[in-house]
């Protein structure tokens, strides 16, 4: 019994651990869209039959190419600062939630915003200059981490 025991409070440990800090709806990364999709066809929502766990994650994908995409080289395609709002993270370093079709991809990385109710973070993001932004986001993202 106490062998079993510890056998799964390793793996639970491990799942926990393995666990990246990342924005989920539903249990899905980028509020289930297809985070390879946003490279070649813009927003798109996952479909239930193209799932993938990578490091405790789960992510959709709208077409199996796209899954083999993201399987090959996960990190290219996971989002920027866990899928948080990359402007609130550089504001103020607050994770905040997005809307999934609002994004942007900065030098090969995917970086999604927060657009509801007349705020669309990615305006602000843009306005006061991607390169500053991302500057403080990089710095805000790591102090969040530790």
């Not at 199996?64 to 399987?71: D, I, R, V, Y």
């Given at each position: 019994m106490k062998l079993v025991?510890?056998?799964i409070f390793l793996f639970l440990s491990a799942s926990l651990f393995s666990?990246?800090?990342v924005h989920l709806k539903d249990g899905f990364a980028a509020e289930g869209y297809d985070?390879?999709?946003y490279y070649n066809d813009g927003a798109m929502e996952g479909n239930e039959n193209y799932i993938s766990d990578y490091q405790g994650v789960k992510y959709k994908f709208s077409s199996?190419?796209?899954?083999?995409?993201?399987?090959?080289n996960p990190e290219m395609?996971?989002?920027a600062y866990g899928g948080y709002c990359a402007y609130a993270i550089a504001d103020d370093g607050?994770?905040?939630?997005?809307n999934p079709k609002t994004y942007k991809i900065i030098d090969g990385k995917l970086y999604l915003f927060y657009n509801?109710?007349?705020?669309?973070?990615?305006k602000k993001w843009n306005k006061e200059g991607s390169a500053?932004?991302?500057e403080k986001a990089d710095t805000n993202w790591k102090a969040l981490l530790n």
């Open positions: 025991t510890t056998i666990q990246q800090d985070v390879v999709a199996e190419s796209n899954q083999a995409a993201f399987l090959k395609y996971i989002p607050k994770k905040v939630g997005i509801s109710w007349g705020a669309n973070t990615l500053m932004m991302k």
